[in-house]
């Protein structure tokens, strides 16, 4: 998958938890890979997250996953639409998000150098852009929100052993 663009906003105000954020991709075009730190203001104890995955198609886009879950859920990787657990087995490897909840006071959260190898999702075998928007959310209403650009390409074997 390449990466390429990956931007995020804050709702702001006292009632936001988080306290600074970063989002980006590294300057490396041809290996490109996400980053993103925030720190709590407070301790956030409860949150949904939302995500959805689309690939634009023509006249419509295809949906592959839309979805709102409990946020605590999704850190304990309990009750997980299989998609979401396989990708929070692939966040293990580059962040230091916490097993459960809360998201600590003062702690500083990252994912970094996160690169996706197509190799760890089931059979697949397509190019296409893919959109992906995400969004921490509070009582419905958004604390945090990123959307991420990339697109599904496929290498030959000779370019991935160089």
Known sequence: MQFENFSCKSSG???NPFESYN????????????HM???MRE????????????MPRR???????NLTIDGCQLLSNKNQVPLMRLSREILDRY????RQC???????YYIRAFRLDLGLIPAM??????????AYLHHQLPLLQGRILARVQRTTIAKRKS
């Open 13 to 15: 105000g006292n009632e």
């Open 23 to 34: 989002c980006g991709l590294n300057k490396n075009v041809k290996r490109r890979t996400l």
């Open 37 to 39: 730190e925030f720190t």
């Open 43 to 54: 301790a956030l104890k409860e949150f949904e997250f939302q995500i959805g995955i689309v």
């Open 59 to 65: 006249p419509v886009d295809f949906v592959l996953l």
């Open 95 to 98: 962040s230091n998000f916490p």
């Open 102 to 108: 809360p998201f600590q006071y003062g702690k500083t």
């Open 125 to 134: 075998n397509m190019e296409t852009p893919v959109r992906l928007q995400f």
